[in-house]
């Protein structure tokens, strides 16, 4: 059986991972499982553990840290985030195609550590920065601290896209998974035809 594809959908906070990669994910064609992220922020309101992330302690996290179990992790406004390795290495080899949703330095710590592996990384834009303030000011989840702070970091990120195979524009959610899926079925096919050369 072909191992799977890894695939990260990543880009600035506030540009709509979490929307696209749900619409992404309503092809049952492409074979995708979603790697949850673990983390110590607080469960919010509406969040299932092990849905949106697995909400552990700082000791359960700088447990899976130092057992190298973590293909990147990343501390954002003191909270600790980090995609679990064992899990997606599962999935993988099972044949599923797994996704992960994650913060640009995230993406850059993959890369760098997956160097001989085919990594299929997508940059999420948004239509323009002034767009993105809209959304992040939207969520207003967060005081006006942590909103300059997500600014910031969000601007700074955008001038990254180059590290990533793709960059896709978030103009519209419905246009932004089509043009996704059709990424994901052309990597299907190339990691198909280099297998049976």
């Given at each position: 059986?072909?191992?799977g594809l890894?695939?990260?959908?990543?880009g600035?906070?506030?540009?709509?991972?979490?929307?696209?990669r749900?619409?992404?994910?309503?092809d049952?064609?492409l074979?995708?499982?979603?790697?949850?992220?673990?983390?110590t922020r607080e469960q919010?309101?509406g969040?299932?553990?092990?849905r949106?992330y697995?909400?552990?302690?700082?000791?359960?996290?700088?447990?899976n840290?130092k057992?190298?179990?973590?293909?990147?992790h990343a501390?954002?406004?003191?909270?600790?985030y980090?995609?679990p390795l064992?899990?997606?290495?599962?999935?993988?080899l099972?044949?599923?195609n797994?996704?992960?949703?994650?913060e640009?330095?995230?993406?850059?710590?993959?890369?760098d550590r997956?160097?001989?592996?085919?990594v299929v990384?997508i940059?999420?834009?948004p239509p323009s920065?002034q767009d993105?303030?809209?959304?992040i000011?939207?969520?207003c989840t967060?005081?006006?601290?942590?909103i300059e702070?997500?600014l910031?970091?969000?601007k700074k990120?955008?001038?990254?896209s180059a590290?990533?195979?793709y960059v896709v524009?978030n103009?519209?959610?419905?246009?932004a998974?089509?043009?996704?899926q059709?990424?994901?079925?052309?990597?299907?096919?190339l990691?198909r035809?280099?297998?049976?050369?």
């Amino acid at each position: 059986m072909a191992k799977g594809l890894l695939i990260i959908i990543s880009g600035p906070s506030g540009v709509g991972k979490g929307t696209i990669r749900q619409a992404v994910m309503k092809d049952p064609s492409l074979n995708l499982w979603y790697s949850v992220s673990l983390t110590t922020r607080e469960q919010r309101p509406g969040e299932v553990d092990g849905r949106e992330y697995f909400f552990v302690s700082e000791k359960e996290f700088a447990d899976n840290l130092k057992r190298g179990n973590l293909l990147e992790h990343a501390c954002f406004v003191g909270h600790h985030y980090g995609t679990p390795l064992d899990k997606a290495e599962e999935k993988r080899l099972e044949g599923r195609n797994v996704i992960l949703e994650i913060e640009v330095n995230g993406t850059l710590q993959v890369l760098d550590r997956l160097k001989d592996q085919d990594v299929v990384s997508i940059f999420l834009m948004p239509p323009s920065f002034q767009d993105l303030e809209a959304r992040i000011r939207g969520r207003c989840t967060e005081g006006e601290k942590c909103i300059e702070e997500r600014l910031k970091k969000a601007k700074k990120e955008m001038g990254m896209s180059a590290h990533y195979k793709y960059v896709v524009t978030n103009d519209s959610v419905e246009r932004a998974a089509s043009e996704i899926q059709g990424i994901i079925r052309k990597e299907i096919e190339l990691a198909r035809s280099s297998m049976t050369k």
